[in-house]
């Protein structure tokens, strides 16, 4: 199985007061074919059913502020979170504990300060492809949930395994990847050729010994060079 990866959306998060205890939060973790930010290299968007599995076979996922072990506000085994997915994504309600925890998190839901949510997860199945302005897009076909959580920053993080697999979709080294450009990439994804660069046919430059002394290698010549080393 891949790594954890995390997502960020956002999403604000709803408080509601309850009879007993220190009251509920109310808040999508994913929502649906919505564009991601640039994630290094690449978009990504989130298919209608890719949590469908985790939620019918009843996965064990925890709540936790920030992602942080220490701010643990319920789980699914519990009982004190639950799931569901709709229309619009994956929503999660979370019975807030009685502890320094969820009572700052309850506090800081009231006054409208949390207004991000995020899920973090396993990849199982995902597709690549490509935007209709040409940009590299990952499609999130199904995962493995881990957990849902109101979070301060909606910064995206651990995007590693998101280009481990696209390299691996490319059957590239993940350096390939990492130092490609965008239409590069582009032009991997749709199957075209990419054009050797001068250096790689052996031509001289117009200028020589007036440019870049290291040069940036293509992926295309990175391609070449791992092919000679087999």
Not at 17 to 34: K, S, T
Not at 95 to 111: C, F, I, W, Y
Request: aromatic share 6%.
């Amino acid at each position: 199985m891949r790594d954890i990866e995390m997502r960020h959306i956002a999403q604000p998060v709803e408080y509601r007061a309850a009879q007993e205890g220190v009251g509920q939060l109310d808040g999508y973790a994913a929502v649906f074919n919505r564009f991601s930010q640039n994630l290094g290299g690449f978009v990504e968007v989130v298919a209608p059913g890719a949590f469908s599995k985790s939620v019918a076979d009843g996965v064990p996922v925890v709540a936790r502020y920030n992602h942080d072990d220490n701010f643990l506000l319920g789980t699914t085994e519990a009982g004190t979170v639950r799931l569901e997915v709709d229309e619009v994504g994956l929503r999660y309600v979370v019975d807030l504990p009685d502890t320094t925890a969820g009572r700052d998190v309850s506090a800081l839901a009231k006054r409208g300060d949390l207004r991000y949510s995020s899920f973090a997860f396993h990849t199982i199945d995902d597709e690549w492809g490509v935007t209709e302005q040409g940009f590299p897009l990952r499609t999130l076909k199904a995962v493995q949930l881990v957990d849902v959580a109101p979070v301060n920053s909606p910064a995206y993080r651990d995007t590693t395994a998101g280009v481990r697999s696209l390299a691996d979709h490319l059957h590239v080294e993940v350096d390939v990847v990492a130092s490609a450009s965008t239409e590069e990439l582009r032009s991997l994804l749709a199957g075209e050729p990419i054009e050797t660069p001068p250096e790689v046919r052996g031509e001289e430059h117009e200028d020589e010994g007036q440019g870049d002394p290291h040069p940036p290698v293509s992926v295309r010549q990175r391609l070449l060079e791992l092919e000679n080393l087999k």
